[in-house]
């Protein structure tokens, strides 16, 4: 090979050479390029992330999130991009969460402080568009069902101002004080659903025609639509007044039950003749006490060892007591409980057999569980517990402490207060 075959073999070579040098170079500044661009496209979508966070939630943040969560999916495996699209995701779900609970804020409070149908309506809106969440749906019906009741009473109240003309030319015609007149005045106000004021007529008028029916079913009719305004304290006042008309014993008692279930521990309702505190609800059950005690009388009248299964209390209170105080469809809902009577607790007295009882009296152990829900007292009451010997019973002093050590069984100087369980169902 002649000398100028090398030199072009070596200068080739070299230019070889030169060519994969720069290959190689330019291979890693494209790298080291991906590598940037990808670094300036994290930080902006971190940057929005993090800014998202300061923003208040509405649906545009939840958007955000989701285009955040996008944008790092987009960066694959760079850094951790996967785990900030995971986040991102989560923060979006969060949001969504945030922003349904505050329309639901928002709609309840529409809805209390609601008093026409316009906004009724404008609380139902808000808790539709959350459909699903917590109690929304339901409490969408409730003010659906004001906003009829509303445009209801409206066209009663139109209806009402019509009748008026109808009631003024009565009046006229026949003379206000004319017990005819009386007579069809208050059935135009019973027609128009003014039962107040047809009530009041009525009782003037009582016995003339079939006035006292008339009565009745003003009285009956209050109670229904007190009911549908959930106002049950005087749908159960309306229900008694109407007597046995009807089915209004029923309803009356159907009316304790959900004044019962509205109510709070402590709260009081008149249920029979008697003012009675909610002192606990169990499911379907709920414990009273009635609020005032009873005369002082004899935990038993003859003298000797007693327990609270023989004691002539216990047979008055599940007899007497129970038959005078309460309409038949009380006593129905008023639950047979086995009531448990253990020895007193400090002397070992014999508490006797358990018992199933209508109406008892707290034991020494009940007493200290609902203590601090009874009301001052005026006077001892007897407890249904032994005292310390078997002719003695224990009592609740006016201090509302458990006398164990006891009384005398056959003294009449001790209160009663008895205790029940009312079926809510």
């Known amino acids: 090979m002649s000398q100028k075959d090398k030199d072009l073999l070596e200068k080739l070579a070299e230019e070889n050479k030169m060519t994969d040098e720069t290959i190689l170079k330019?291979?890693?500044e494209s790298e080291e390029a991906i590598d940037a661009g990808k670094e300036i496209n994290y930080q902006k979508v971190l940057n929005l992330m993090q800014s998202i966070g300061c923003m208040t939630p509405y649906k545009d943040k939840v958007d955000m999130y989701l285009e955040a969560a996008k944008q790092f999916d987009e960066l694959s495996d760079y850094k951790d991009s996967k785990e900030l699209a995971g986040e991102c995701n989560r923060l979006a779900k969060l949001t969504e969460g945030e922003i349904k609970d505050q329309i639901y804020k928002n709609a309840t409070e529409l809805k209390e402080q609601a008093k026409r149908a316009d906004e009724y309506k404008l609380a139902a809106e808000e808790f539709r568009k959350i459909d699903g969440y917590l109690d929304a749906n339901t409490l969408a019906e409730k003010c659906e069902e004001a906003i009829t009741r509303i445009e209801k009473k409206s066209g009663r109240k139109k209806l009402i101002r019509s009748a008026a003309v109808v009631?003024?030319?009565?009046?006229?015609?026949?003379?206000?004080?004319?017990?005819?007149?009386?007579?069809?005045?208050?059935?135009?106000?019973?027609?128009?659903?003014?039962?107040?004021?047809?009530?009041?007529?009525?009782?003037?008028i009582d016995g003339f025609k079939d006035s006292k029916d008339r009565m009745a079913e003003c009285r009956y009719q209050k109670g229904l639509k007190a009911m549908a305004e959930e106002d049950y304290k005087n749908a159960k006042k309306a229900f008694e007044a109407a007597g046995d008309y009807k089915d209004s014993d029923q309803k009356k008692v159907d009316m304790e039950k959900l004044y019962i279930k509205n109510s709070e521990i402590g709260d009081t309702i008149n249920i029979g003749e008697n003012k009675w505190r909610i002192l606990d609800i169990q499911g379907n059950q709920a414990l009273l006490l009635k609020d005032l005690a009873l005369p002082g009388m004899a935990y038993n009248t003859n003298g000797g060892d007693i327990t609270w299964e023989q004691s002539t209390l216990r047979n008055w209170l599940?007899?007497?007591?129970?038959?005078?105080?309460?309409?038949?469809?009380?006593?129905?809902?008023?639950?047979?409980?086995?009531?448990?009577?253990?020895?007193?607790?400090?002397?070992?007295?014999?508490?006797?057999?358990?018992?199933?009882?209508?109406?008892?009296?707290?034991?020494?152990?009940e007493i200290e569980q609902y203590n601090e829900l009874i009301p001052d007292l005026k006077s001892n009451s007897w407890l249904r517990s032994p005292g310390n010997q078997p002719s003695s019973a224990a009592f609740l002093s006016v201090n509302r402490l458990a006398m164990e050590y006891g009384y005398e069984a056959n003294s009449e100087e001790f209160r009663v207060k008895p205790v029940m369980w009312f079926n809510l169902d």
Do not use: M, R, W
């Open 26 to 28: 330019t291979e890693a």
């Open 318 to 365: 599940n007899s007497e007591f129970l038959n005078e105080n309460f309409t038949q469809a009380e006593k129905d809902n008023i639950i047979l409980t086995t009531v448990k009577n253990p020895d007193n607790p400090k002397y070992g007295t014999d508490g006797g057999n358990d018992t199933q009882d209508y109406i008892y009296l707290f034991s020494i152990d």
């Open 167 to 204: 009631l003024a030319v009565v009046a006229i015609f026949f003379g206000i004080k004319n017990t005819h007149a009386k007579y069809y005045l208050a059935n135009a106000y019973q027609f128009t659903g003014s039962y107040n004021q047809a009530i009041k007529i009525y009782k003037k």
